[in-house]
């Protein structure tokens, strides 16, 4: 049974700073990609950044670039995504899934089988 489970979501000011893991358990990561989306509330959920874990390319959508950063351990079947200037546009559930492919605007998913985390909610207000 694969499970996708993420943590670090939390209420922040904006400027700050905050680290999203996702662990995945049951499924082997080393030859996929795994990816961020996120949904804010009324809006369609959106691809925020993608790693392939083959070889460590990462792929972000504009509106995080310079500002995220997607890594990987394969040995833990782990990413992470590092959050810095955070922004009040940034609050929204954030999802970790997998396998996904990366692309321009971060990742999309194009298998009929991916695995999704129950996501962990990102609040950045003053």
């Known amino acids: 049974q694969v499970q996708v489970v993420e943590s670090g979501g939390g209420s922040v000011q904006p400027g700050g700073s905050l680290r999203l893991s996702c662990v995945v358990t049951g499924f082997t990561l080393d030859y996929y990609n795994t990816g961020w989306f996120r949904q804010a509330p009324g809006k369609e959920r959106e691809p925020v950044a993608c790693?392939?874990?083959?070889?460590?390319?990462?792929r972000y959508a504009d509106s995080v670039k310079g500002r995220f950063t997607i890594s990987g351990d394969n040995d833990k079947n782990t990413v992470i995504l590092q959050m810095n200037h955070l922004k009040p546009e940034d609050t929204a559930v954030y999802y970790c899934a997998t396998p996904i492919m990366c692309d321009s605007d971060g990742g999309r998913q194009v298998y009929e089988t991916d695995y999704w985390g129950q996501g962990t909610q990102v609040t950045v207000s003053s």
């Open positions: 790693f392939q874990h083959s070889d460590g390319a990462t």
